[in-house]
């Protein structure tokens, strides 16, 4: 989904995510070696917002602060004191969009596009939402039968990506390309054969976004408010410990069953539960959608993890015992290249955090 277009490509290619109260960047390039293209991350980082700029579901609460913490990152190692980019790509949090699935009637008179954008309009009307004009829109055909389209549709708010793009161009960058988090992951990293899927987990600080990928479609998606800092406060709380002590606990015990006191177990069970059920609570839904009645049938027997909750032990094969698919941390670097040693400067558990500005910027480096 790019929301402004396609525009020239840059070199390194540079995208920004606001991630859970953390503004993450990556800037990669391609260099010839031995006359063979070879993709390098050329830089990368984050930077705590703090609650001062921006509130628990990453809005920016002061534009200010904001813009100036991007000035003070757009410059820091340079001598002339000018940004580094001029032109940047953004990931917008999954929370901030609204994703639904839906069929359209086909109407033999009209454009097909023509009759998604009305349908979408009388949707929008229909859920007392605010007019279609109101949205930024992108929607995927998943699949186009003698009835009709079956679609799904991402909705952003235009004042949301406005006011993003305003904030990045007062601090001297200009946007180029937006994508939501799981649109760029699924278009970058992931090989989809036809008629398969995953379900993609992007385990944050303090939210969790699950996602069900279908060839390059998102076909389903949920954020839910469980993460790292979940995991953190239920150790905190059961045992009576402060927080250094419930960090050192789970980074020797983990989430699975390791911790000698099977009650803080169950707790833990009990604060993830909202994550798990979500895939099958996703997984059911789409079951009942009508694509599935013409032979396109959603099935998958993969759950790819990345994020900064990957570094918790355990936490992928107990997303995976408990959903009974083949869990796995995510691939970020599939189908881009194959010599490692390329990236080595970016390790593997970072890449798994940066998944998503990383995504974007392969995504763009290659068009």
């Given at each position: 989904?790019?929301?402004?277009g396609l525009?020239?490509?840059?070199?390194?290619?540079?995208?920004?995510?606001?991630?859970?109260?953390?503004?993450?960047?990556?800037?990669?390039?391609?260099?010839?070696?031995?006359?063979?293209?070879?993709?390098?991350?050329?830089?990368?980082?984050?930077?705590?917002?703090?609650?001062?700029?921006?509130?628990?579901?990453?809005?920016?609460?002061?534009?200010?602060?904001?813009?100036?913490?991007?000035?003070?990152?757009?410059?820091?190692?340079?001598?002339?004191?000018?940004?580094?980019?001029?032109?940047?790509?953004?990931?917008?949090?999954?929370?901030?969009?609204?994703?639904?699935?839906?069929?359209?009637?086909?109407?033999?008179?009209?454009?097909?596009?023509?009759?998604?954008?009305?349908?979408?309009?009388?949707?929008?009307?229909?859920?007392?939402?605010?007019?279609?004009?109101?949205?930024?829109?992108?929607?995927?055909?998943?699949?186009?039968?003698?009835?009709?389209?079956?679609?799904?549709?991402?909705?952003?708010?235009?004042?949301?990506?406005?006011?993003?793009?305003?904030?990045?161009?007062?601090?001297?960058?200009?946007?180029?390309?937006?994508?939501?988090?799981?649109?760029?992951?699924?278009?970058?990293?992931?090989?989809?054969?036809?008629?398969?899927?995953?379900?993609?987990?992007?385990?944050?600080?303090?939210?969790?976004?699950?996602?069900?990928?279908?060839?390059?479609?998102?076909?389903?998606?949920?954020?839910?408010?469980?993460?790292?800092?979940?995991?953190?406060?239920?150790?905190?709380?059961?045992?009576?410990?402060?927080?250094?002590?419930?960090?050192?606990?789970?980074?020797?015990?983990?989430?699975?069953?390791?911790?000698?006191?099977?009650?803080?177990?169950?707790?833990?069970?009990l604060a993830?539960?909202?994550?798990?059920?979500?895939?099958?609570?996703?997984?059911?839904?789409?079951?009942?959608?009508?694509?599935?009645?013409?032979?396109?049938?959603?099935?998958?027997?993969?759950?790819?993890?990345?994020?900064?909750?990957?570094?918790?032990?355990?936490?992928?094969?107990?997303?995976?015992?408990?959903?009974?698919?083949?869990?796995?941390?995510l691939d970020?670097?599939?189908?881009?290249?194959?010599?490692?040693?390329?990236?080595?400067?970016?390790?593997?558990?970072?890449?798994?955090?940066?998944?998503?500005?990383?995504?974007?910027?392969?995504?763009?480096?290659?068009?």
């Amino acid at each position: 989904m790019n929301f402004f277009g396609l525009f020239e490509k840059q070199k390194p290619a540079v995208a920004c995510s606001l991630d859970n109260g953390f503004l993450r960047w990556v800037a990669v390039e391609q260099e010839k070696n031995n006359k063979e293209l070879v993709i390098q991350v050329a830089e990368y980082g984050s930077e705590p917002l703090g609650e001062d700029i921006v509130d628990e579901r990453d809005h920016i609460i002061d534009d200010a602060l904001f813009v100036q913490k991007l000035k003070t990152l757009a410059i820091s190692g340079t001598k002339d004191n000018k940004p580094k980019w001029n032109e940047v790509s953004i990931v917008i949090p999954d929370n901030e969009a609204m994703m639904f699935h839906t069929h359209v009637a086909m109407e033999p008179e009209k454009e097909m596009g023509d009759v998604i954008m009305d349908h979408i309009k009388t949707y929008c009307q229909a859920q007392n939402l605010l007019q279609l004009a109101d949205y930024i829109c992108e929607y995927d055909v998943i699949l186009k039968t003698d009835f009709g389209y079956d679609i799904h549709v991402t909705l952003v708010p235009r004042l949301h990506i406005e006011h993003i793009a305003r904030l990045f161009k007062q601090a001297g960058m200009r946007v180029q390309h937006i994508e939501t988090a799981h649109h760029a992951v699924a278009k970058s990293c992931l090989n989809i054969p036809h008629g398969t899927g995953y379900v993609m987990v992007s385990f944050g600080n303090r939210s969790t976004t699950i996602a069900l990928i279908h060839g390059e479609h998102v076909v389903s998606h949920q954020v839910v408010s469980v993460g790292i800092e979940t995991i953190y406060k239920t150790v905190e709380k059961y045992l009576r410990v402060p927080r250094a002590d419930a960090e050192r606990i789970i980074n020797r015990h983990g989430v699975l069953q390791t911790h000698p006191d099977n009650g803080l177990l169950s707790e833990l069970y009990l604060a993830l539960a909202p994550v798990y059920r979500s895939v099958d609570h996703q997984l059911v839904s789409l079951g009942q959608m009508a694509y599935k009645m013409f032979g396109h049938r959603f099935t998958t027997n993969d759950l790819l993890v990345y994020g900064q909750g990957v570094g918790i032990k355990g936490l992928v094969g107990f997303l995976g015992d408990r959903t009974n698919l083949h869990a796995r941390e995510l691939d970020v670097w599939a189908g881009h290249t194959e010599d490692r040693a390329a990236i080595m400067n970016l390790p593997a558990d970072e890449a798994l955090t940066y998944a998503e500005p990383l995504s974007l910027a392969l995504l763009y480096l290659k068009k």
